[in-house]
């Protein structure tokens, strides 16, 4: 069973805070990591492996949209003519 602090980390939705922030992704990273190892029986190495690859997974589609939404509100169209 994660500590209450693992918890309130796993339960947090993924952000664009949560994705800039490098100590609040590391600490998501080792809760993750620590939950592989307990229910899916993974080694140290493998689950945190795994972990990153999650959030990192997560981060950049919010990232992107993110980029996105910027890209669309400077959009200015051109006036021909």
Known sequence: ????HCLAI?????????CADL????AL???LAW??????HKTFKDAVKEAWGEVKGN??????GMKTLEVL????PMRLG
């Open 59 to 64: 981060c950049g589609v919010i990232n992107s």
């Open 10 to 18: 796993l339960n947090e939705p993924y952000s664009p805070e949560l």
């Open 1 to 4: 069973m994660p500590s209450e």
């Open 23 to 26: 100590r609040k992704k590391r």
């Open 73 to 76: 509100k400077e959009y200015k």
């Open 35 to 40: 939950d592989k190892m307990n229910t899916e």
């Open 29 to 31: 990273v080792m809760c």
